[in-house]
């Protein structure tokens, strides 16, 4: 059972492996091309006399590379050494094993068809009981190294092997036979001898060293060369989630977008059901048009990798199965083709594509539903409050959220207070120091909004529960003080998520707390670059940012980094403060840049790639939320702005 099995495996490593691509049958006489790909002798025979072939050149069958023919023919190709030793060292397990499908092997030294008895190791080729006799007499093959077929059937594959590689350490000279190559001549890309390195290759511009030296040196740049794949793919996978995050948010836009349309249509359902279907079908063409755009974005990038994994495979296979020698003699082919796939270059995303939203407007029997928007833009819809001290006024707003009824919740630092907002800027509620005592708000910072309109707000080391009429439900400390007192804490951001899991920055003792509704603990996540807001994202990951390193920073629920960006844009230092995460899982941050009046807003996707600005020219923006209907809301300094996609 053993045997057969051996004999099955034998089997499926010579269809996979030892067999000519062209073919189909086990190797002969196999030749290299200048893309690494091998094959027969005779089937590239065949293929130049039988195909249209360039003057000179043979096309790869597989990849279609071409390869300059040799003056002296397709002979005088670079032999596959590895490869023939490999069928042959194959050969003879199968007939160890009385494989049927091997025949007993004839001399190939003479046309009498005789039963081959040995191997000469230097002609590589079996040999007849009378050409071992005649090799033996001849002064030009006496000294060849013959083993018999007996000393090959009592012995495993290792003998073999070991035989061929201890004749290849010093394989003989091109030039001169007599002689062992024992340099390789970097200037013509050749192994040489040392009557070769006295005579032909003397002179200065021939620059040769030992082979174990020459063949180091080849090894490392091969290893180089083979890390910057590792980069190339750390590139490809980046460029491959972003396109499949900007797919998945063009068909959220579109779904948004003929949600919108339908809700028109319900108001005009008399006059536009028939321009309403238009307009869908519009809107679902353009996000079919632009999602084979994509689709075909990520075909080339990853044909691109498929290009570069098959150059890395083919290499790695030589450099690890090929005998010194044959190595030098691919040094020029191996690194060609290691340089020609080194710069792979991805094709960037067309992220502004991944937008389509609609622009509806009062409908007239000649006017359409609604003008669909192909291009993203943001502009400023409203804005709420002044700087001063009365209802509805501003000296701080650091911390903003938005309730499902449009409301807006608003902490002022500097006021010490918490204000609620109509959808229409107008003074709902209020509650402060002064107002309210001691144990209400001592220095709300930042907020954050439930599902069911709980108000989260951070209070200098506790976070304050409130609902809606800003009645206090209860209140916990995430972060317990430092024993010795050397890290204080202080509370600097706060999010939460749909499963209603809280997230609580302290910049003061560099941990982010994430924790149930009710103040239980879930898990702590240390990071000694917390020093802002943060928000969460997609895929139980949360996002912050450090003002005075302007670093963008994400990482998961358990502390592992997800991606460190830096914030400045061209050669503007830009400080992040405020980060928010839409219901996509881009991020949106609020930018300082030195001096009031000159700030903005910057875009990115999930995986930390700049996409653009979203507004110039705020005041002091600190903090930002999504209200229900999609508009970007910004506490910013002394007012609300509300910026909605035009």
Known sequence: ?????????????????????????????????????????????KLVSGEQQQQNKISCPLCRQLTDIPDAGLQSLQNCFFLKSLVDEFSKQELLLGHTSVQIPTCQQCDEGLEAVARCQDCDENICRKCQEAHGRWKRTKNHQVVTVESLMNHTGGPLIEVRKTDSQAPK??????????????????????????????????????????????RKDVDEALLMFEDCRERFQVAHRSTEHARDRLKMMVERACQAISAKEEEEIAKIREKSRSLREKVAEIGRGRDDKYEEVLARNREEMERADRVVKTVTELMQEAEKDELLDLKPKIMHNLESQGEVQFEPVPYELSYIGVKCQDVVSDVDLAQIVQEEKWKLKEEFGKKGDGQGEFKGATGVGCLK??????TDTKHQRLTMLTSTGACKHTLSH?????????????????????LLITDVDKVKVFDSELQLQHQFVPSKEDPDCRLKSYLSGISVDTKNRVAVADSGRKVISVHNLDGSLITTVPNDMIHGYISFSREDCLVFTNYHERRLLCVDLKGNKVFDVGTSVGRKSAKPIGVCCDEAGDIYVSTHYGQTGSCEIHHYDPEGMYIGRVARGLFNPFAMAFATDGNLVVADMHSVKIFHRA
């Not at 269809?15 to 189909?24: A, D, G, K, T, Y």
């Open 1 to 45: 059972m053993a045997e057969a099995a051996t004999k099955i495996a034998l089997g499926r490593i010579s269809q996979s492996h030892l067999e000519c691509p062209i073919c189909r049958c086990r190797y002969t006489d196999p030749k290299i091309l200048d893309c690494l790909h091998t094959f027969c002798l005779n089937c590239l025979d």
């Open 173 to 218: 000279c091109r030039t001169h036979p007599d002689y062992r190559v024992c340099f390789y001549c970097s200037t013509c890309e050749m192994s040489i001898c040392a009557r070769c390195a006295a005579v032909e290759h003397r002179t200065d511009e021939h620059k040769y060293s030992e082979i174990a030296d020459v063949v180091g040196s080849l």
């Open 405 to 410: 009824d449009g409301g807006i919740a608003v």
């Open 434 to 454: 002064a107002k309210e005592g001691l144990f209400k708000l001592k220095a709300p910072y930042s907020v954050a909004v439930t599902c069911d309109d709980l």
